[in-house]
């Protein structure tokens, strides 16, 4: 073509492209204010078509304006991989061939690398694989406090402290917007337990509520600017989580500004006329329990579709929640589906592998380790590594409910140590026990066929032999994600190891002296071999390079600096709820409403071990690496502040050992003389610092009024009474290493 035709036909086309951009509504403006470009939309919808836009239409979408040319929102699962496509209608997955995620490490063991930097890894990487499959909407991540063990969901959240939780969810959520999608943090509020989760109605007082529950959700809104909210299945106030006034509307929407949209859990909506008022503004799932299949193309039956519009009709509702509800879902809309600035993503990269296995890496937890055990050496003749335990082999990233996964690859931690022992051992491995042989989540399956028909006893003596002429035993066990264990819908039945594995455990110890157990779980596990065994690693469950960041540690590649963010008890008895006698609760005489009554209040955790000085097996806080670090005395650079000030400590901690390593550095803070009673500590602070071998850094952590409040339920306000405080900074919630005392005038 003549080169002055191609410019005058570019020249045309780009005049075009103006008086086109001129006559763009405003709501497809980009460069208009949200705001604007809401109401500009909400302007020109029907009511029919608002009502379109506030409840599903499959499984995991619900409806645009097609007439205006605004998308169709898709949603997903969340929290730890990008779940499989599933069908229209149905729960079963779609067998696409191009579906298969990268599996990232639980939630528990991102809360575990003490790392916020690895959570803006995390929420990156996982952010760019659901933009890539094109979904607008991550179901996740989870915060729940941790409060029992029992717990079937506890790996997908963040532990059991709410500073903790709140410090690692917000750059998660950072991570995963800057894509364009959304996140929905979940489980808002008080899903604490999963049986009975339906019908529980949890009883808890406002102190607890506000200091323990939902200090991560308000993070999650105020310093994330998360743009969904997923309500919960329980009830609070007589009130399911996902219509529940005082929770949606008092707390979230009016206390702390929330903009976005609170999106119901699968099955979590109940009632028409609540729903409309009560603060939710997305239904999903509905007649469905969220694991199982309800009634079928249901959607213009669902509470917030025609019996929502048959009450505006009949004028016996108004529109005004309605436009509410609307204006919110399209604001997700454009920030999320009609952001056409986003990236396209990506998926099953190197870059995402990496960062699971960085993220693996950093949350394993070495939580004991006499005479030196690991890491283990390889130096020197040809060593024999004899693996037991079902979990070396075992395919984790399917089951547990709806964090499920179909991954592109899973090494499994017996791959990961013979790749990583290469020529300089033998790995042999036997079985120990036999666990759940099962492997199949809405038909998609691990393919392995676990089956193995011995006794116990012949299994156990399988490996005992073989021990007795190994170098090394690794015994890798702990739960999975069988219903009852690790996994949505109910909880475990005891804290202690499923499978009769304390008895592998035992022989294994009585056969070989160099034995290390690697706990794979999302939870504490009963330990009562624990003073027989030389090493022990929590290894949570690790997702695609599970294998490979368990043999990084066990080997030295990597030097574990890991911390627990929760507390290990001795015994169920010794946590509180089941101390107190408050789980599972008691079911009414005239419903099926079960009322869990939070008896042990603020006391969670550490905050009730460290109060009532029940010593736990493992601490909040714990864990070793294969280096020394010593801490000099915490100083701080006042003595004096007012409620407008804020303090920083300054400890020198030293790496005295011989390998590089990372430190955790922990501040809590104490009130001992207060108006009302305060638990002995609570974290406040950290910073994990990384030191190469004879390296001394100050460590610096500052504080505000914040660190020093409770929460005053009569006065509805955060109070920190004037009187003396202490800062006490160490290595783990057991483990102070010096204090500091201050006053607040
Ligand atoms: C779970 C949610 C999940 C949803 C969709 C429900 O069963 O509680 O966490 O996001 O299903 O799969």
Known sequence: MNRLIALTITASLCIAAKAADRDLPVYRDASRPLEERVEDALSRMTVQEKINIIHAQSKFSSRGVPRLGIPDLWCTDGPHGIRPEVLWDQWEQAAWSNDSCVAFPALTCLAATWNPDMSRLYGTSIGQEARYRGKDVLLGPGVNIYRTPLNGRNFEYMGEDPYLASRMVVPYIQGVQQNGVAVSVKHYAL??????????????????????????????????????????????????????????????????????????????????????????????????????????????????????????????????????????????????????????????????????????????????????????????????????????????????????????????????????????????????????????????????????????????????????????????????????????????????????????????????????????????????????????????????????????????????????????????????????????????????????????????????????????LFAFGHGLSYTDFTYGKVTADRREMTVADTITFTVPVTNSGAVAGAEVVQLYISDPKCSVSRPAKELKGFAKVFLQPGETRNVSISVGKDALCYFDADRHDWVAEPGEFIASVGAASDNIKSTFRFNLR
Not at 253 to 280: P, R
Not at 282 to 304: I, K, P, Q, R, V
Request: aromatic share 8%; proline share 3%; with cysteine.
């Open 191 to 616: 899903n604490n337990n999963e049986v009975n989760r339906h019908t529980t109605n949890v009883i808890v007082d406002d102190r607890t509520l506000h200091e323990i529950y939902l200090p991560a959700f308000k993070a999650a809104v105020k310093d994330g600017g998360a743009w969904t909210i997923m309500g919960s299945y329980n009830l609070y106030k007589d009130q399911h989580g996902c219509h529940n006034s005082y929770l949606l509307n008092d707390i979230l929407k009016k206390e702390w500004g929330f903009d976005g949209a609170v999106v119901s859990d699968w099955g979590g909506v109940h009632d028409t006329d609540q729903a409309i008022t009560n603060g939710l503004d997305l239904e999903f799932g509905t007649w469905t329990d969220g694991l199982h299949a309800g009634a079928s193309n249901a959607y213009d039956n669902y509470f917030l579709a025609k019996p929502y519009l048959d009450r505006i009709s009949k004028g016996q509702a108004g529109t005004d929640e309605l436009d509410d509800k609307a204006r919110r879902v399209l604001r997700l809309i454009f920030r999320t589906a009609m952001d056409y600035t986003k990236g396209e993503g990506e998926m099953c990269s190197e870059a995402h592998y990496d960062a699971a296995r960085r993220i693996g890496d950093e949350g394993i937890v070495l939580l004991r380790n006499k005479k030196r055990v690991l890491p283990l050496r390889l130096d020197g003749p040809k060593k024999k590594i004899l693996v037991v335990g079902e979990n070396a082999i075992k395919m984790m990233t399917v089951g547990g409910g709806s964090s499920s996964l179909k991954v592109q690859r899973e090494v499994s931690p017996l791959d990961g140590i013979r790749v990583a022992a290469g020529n300089t051992a033998d790995v042999l491995y036997a079985r120990g026990y036999v666990g759940d042989v099962t492997g199949e989540y809405n038909g998609v399956t691990t393919g392995q066929d676990l089956t193995d028909n011995r006794t116990p006893d012949e299994l156990i003596a399988e490996a005992v032999a073989l021990a007795a002429g190994a170098d090394y035993v690794i015994f890798v066990g702990g739960l999975n994600k069988s219903a009852g264990q690790d996994c949505e819908d109910s909880d475990r039945r005891e804290l202690g190891l499923p499978y009769g594995q304390d008895a592998v455990i035992e022989a294994l110890a009585r056969a070989n002296r160099n034995l290390v157990v690697v706990n794979v779980s999302g939870n504490a596990v009963a330990m009562p071999w624990v003073d027989k065994v030389p090493a022990v690693i929590q290894a949570w469950f690790l997702g695609s390079e599970a294998g490979n960041s368990i043999a990084d540690v066990l080997f030295g590649k990597v030097n574990p600096s890991g911390r627990l963010p929760m507390t290990f008890p001795v015994a169920l008895a010794d946590n509180s709820a089941h101390a107190a006698g408050a789980y599972p609760g008691l079911k009414r005489a005239d419903s099926n409403i079960v009322d869990l009554e939070y008896k042990e209040g603020i006391l969670v955790g550490y905050r009730w071990h460290d109060t009532r000085k029940i010593k736990p």
